[in-house]
């Protein structure tokens, strides 16, 4: 079993930055990929941004330029840097790793975007 815990949601301006903590424990040998998805109210849940175990990243074009993950393998956690926020960014996050017994989910974190 693996449990993940999220960090650093909260309300913020537009143009502000936000930054998303996720840190796995329990039964991990190795986590392959690392990543954070949203849920906006009334819509499906989507990709914001994937980094595999070597490094590399996948974004979603809506926020390229604006969004970093990265992540440290040592402390098993992985983060969302988000800068230039914009009200439909507003959404509850979720943290996603894949290990060798298959994929987990944070309880989600919210990011509300709004003066």
């Known amino acids: 079993q693996v449990h993940l815990v999220e960090s650093g949601g909260g309300l913020v301006q537009p143009g502000g930055s936000l930054r998303l903590s996720c840190a796995a424990s329990?039964?991990?040998?190795?986590?392959?990929?690392m990543g954070w998805y949203r849920q906006a109210p009334g819509k499906q849940r989507e990709l914001v941004a994937t980094?595999?175990?070597?490094?590399?990243?996948n974004y979603a074009d809506s926020v390229k330029g604006r969004f970093t993950i990265s992540r440290n393998n040592a402390k098993n956690t992985v983060y969302l840097q988000m800068n230039s926020l914009k009200p439909e960014d507003t959404a509850v996050y979720y943290c996603?790793?894949?290990?060798?017994?298959?994929?987990?989910w944070g309880q989600g974190t919210q990011v509300t975007v709004s003066s």
């Open positions: 996603n790793v894949l290990v060798i017994t298959g994929g987990y």
């Open positions: 329990g039964s991990i040998f190795s986590i392959h990929d």
């Open positions: 980094i595999t175990s070597g490094g590399r990243t």
